[in-house]
């Protein structure tokens, strides 16, 4: 008899989007992202970072400050860099991130053809970038699911 306890393709994919999010060096935020297609492969994947090329120390990882002392102008989101290590057309694509995306990215997703976006957190919610994001992928007819893992162990 096969075994009943485990994990849904919603946790699976989520949980590889958290192993992703593992990666980034940020010290305050960490996100990661799956793009799966509808047979459920997934095709796409990625963490938030410094451009490729770009080492890690070179630039500020500050949350406060002047602009450009700031990490804000300079890491690549998980969502984008996701899309960028796509393998194939996104076109109808779920994905999984583990922070609500911003408006940039939702213009990516948006491009990209991706239609339906699963999320953990939504930490910004009031944000003004945010709103747009919400607004942007509403129009665009793409789906949005706020997900609750459970805790994931190996038995």
Known sequence: MKRLDYISW??????????SAKRSKDPNTQVGCA??????KIIGIGYNGFPKSISDDDLPWEREGSYLDTKYPYVVHAEA??????????????????LFPCNE?????????IKEVVYLLDSHH??????????????????????????????
Do not use: P
């Open 10 to 19: 919603d946790e699976y994919f989520m949980g590889v989007a958290m192993l």
């Open 35 to 40: 793009i799966v297609n509808s047979d459920k």
């Open 81 to 98: 860099n996701a899309i960028l290590n796509s393998t194939r057309s996104l076109e109808g694509s779920t994905l999984y991130v583990t």
């Open 105 to 113: 990215c939702a213009k990516l997703l948006v491009q990209s053809g």
């Open 126 to 155: 009031d944000s003004e970038e945010t709103e747009a994001s919400r607004r942007i992928l509403k129009l665009a007819g793409i789906k949005l699911r706020q997900m609750k893992m459970k805790e994931i162990t190996l038995a």
